[in-house]
C-alpha cells in the first residue's frame, strides 16, 4: 500500500471516529433532555422549574455530554498507545481502572457545573454516597458501553486488515509462481524453435527467414507483456496468430 492510499485510509478511520463520538454523545444528551421533558409532563411534579433555569440545566447536560467526549477521547488515546498491543489479561486491569477513573472525573465535572448552572440546588446532593454512588455506576456502565463497541469495532478492523495481508501475499506468492513458470516454458519454446527453424533453413529458406521474423516479434512482445499486469486481449489473439 503506497503511502496516499494510507493517509486516506487513516483520515477516513478518524472521520468516522469522530462521527461516531459526536453522534453518541449528542444522543446521550437528546435522551436526557427527552427523559427531562417526561418528567416535566408528570402532573405529579407540578413544581417545574423557570424557564431560564432549564434552559441552564439544558446547557448543563450539553457541557456535561462535551466532558464526557473529551474524557473518551483522552482513554482512547492512552489506550491506543499503551494497552491495545498488550495480551488481554494485562490489559483489562488497566482498562477497568481508566473506566472507573473516567466515570469519577465525570461525577466532579458533573458537581461543578451543576453549582454554577443550579445555584438554587442543594450544595450537598451531589456529594451524598448513594447519588455519587449511583451516578459512578451510570457513567462506568455509559464508558463501559463505549469501551465495548470500540474493541468491536478494532476487532473487527484487524481481523479485516489480517486477512486483506494473507490475501495479497497469496497474490504475491502466485504470480511468482506464475513467473517461474514463464521462465521455465519460455526457453523450452525458444528451443524447440530453433530446432524447427534448424531443418526449415534447408528446406525453405524463405519461410525460414520468415519464421525468424515471427519468431522475432512474438519473444518482444513476450518481454513487453512479461511487465504489464493486464493485456489487451486483442493483442494476446494476435501474438497467438
Known amino acids: 500500500m503506497d503511502a496516499s492510499k494510507l493517509v486516506s485510509d487513516r483520515t477516513k478511520i478518524s472521520k468516522a471516529y469522530w462521527a461516531c463520538q459526536v453522534a453518541g454523545w449528542s444522543a446521550l444528551w437528546l435522551f436526557q433532555v427527552l427523559v427531562l421533558a417526561v418528567v416535566r409532563s408528570d402532573p405529579t411534579m407540578s413544581a417545574t422549574p423557570l424557564p431560564s433555569r432549564l434552559g441552564r440545566f439544558y446547557v448543563l447536560l450539553a457541557l456535561l455530554s462535551a466532558s464526557g467526549l473529551l474524557l473518551s477521547h483522552l482513554f482512547y488515546l492512552v489506550m491506543r498507545r499503551r494497552w491495545l498491543h498488550m495480551p488481554f489479561r494485562q490489559a483489562w486491569p488497566r482498562l477497568f481502572a481508566g473506566i472507573a477513573l473516567a466515570a469519577m472525573v465525570l461525577i466532579v465535572v458533573n458537581a461543578f457545573l451543576s453549582r454554577y448552572a443550579l445555584p438554587d440546588a442543594s450544595p450537598h446532593h451531589n ?115
Open 127 to 241: 456529594f451524598r454516597p448513594a447519588a455519587v454512588l449511583i451516578d459512578w455506576l451510570v457513567y462506568a456502565f455509559l464508558y463501559s458501553l463505549w469501551l465495548t463497541i470500540y474493541l468491536a469495532v478494532h476487532e473487527f478492523r484487524r481481523r479485516r486488515a489480517a486477512e486483506v495481508h494473507a490475501l495479497r501475499l497469496d497474490l504475491v506468492a502466485r504470480e511468482a509462481q506464475l513467473r517461474g513458470l514463464r521462465a521455465q516454458l519460455n526457453p523450452h519454446f525458444l528451443f524447440n524453435c530453433l530446432n524447427g527453424l534448424r531443418e526449415l533453413i534447408v528446406e525453405d529458406p524463405k519461410r525460414a527467414q520468415s519464421m525468424v521474423t515471427q519468431l522475432s516479434a512474438l519473444l518482444r512482445y513476450a518481454l513487453e507483456s512479461d511487465q504489464k499486469e493486464q493485456v489487451p486481449f486483442e493483442d494476446e489473439s494476435r501474438a497467438v496468430k
